[in-house]
């Protein structure tokens, strides 16, 4: 699977953003597919995963009920919908995928290349 992150940009406080992750090369179905950001200076750290099949949901407390994470099957690509904006949400975000079971997961081994947001205050 080789995964591509998209829809990065410059949002004012309480703005919105949808980041897209496309995937390509196999089906997702037995998959977990997952966001993570990194601010700078920080360590990388989870923001939220989805089931493919079933499509549960699993949120970081920083983002819950502010970020939405979803998935198109007929489009094999992975979502994260952003509202509520804050500057501190300022990050490289990266999406993820493993196949391997267990939820909700934090680990994963195939990673996209990160997409930067950047929320100005």
């Known amino acids: 699977v080789q995964l591509q992150a998209s829809g990065g940009g410059l949002v004012q406080a309480g703005g919105s953003l949808r980041l897209s992750c496309a995937a390509s090369g196999r089906t997702l179905s037995s998959y977990v597919m997952g966001w993570f950001r990194q601010a700078p200076g920080k360590e990388r750290e989870f923001v939220a995963a989805?089931?493919?099949?079933?499509?549960?949901?699993y949120y970081a407390d920083s983002v819950k009920g502010r970020f939405t994470i979803s998935r198109d099957g007929a489009k094999n690509t992975l979502y994260l919908q952003m509202n509520s904006l804050k500057p501190e949400d300022t990050a490289v975000y990266y999406c993820?995928?493993?196949?391997?079971?267990?939820?909700?997961?934090?680990?994963?081994?195939?990673w996209g290349q990160g997409t930067l947001v950047t929320v100005s205050s």
């Open positions: 993820a995928a493993d196949p391997r079971v267990g939820w909700p997961r934090f680990e994963y081994d195939i």
């Open positions: 989805i089931k493919w099949r079933g499509g549960s949901t």
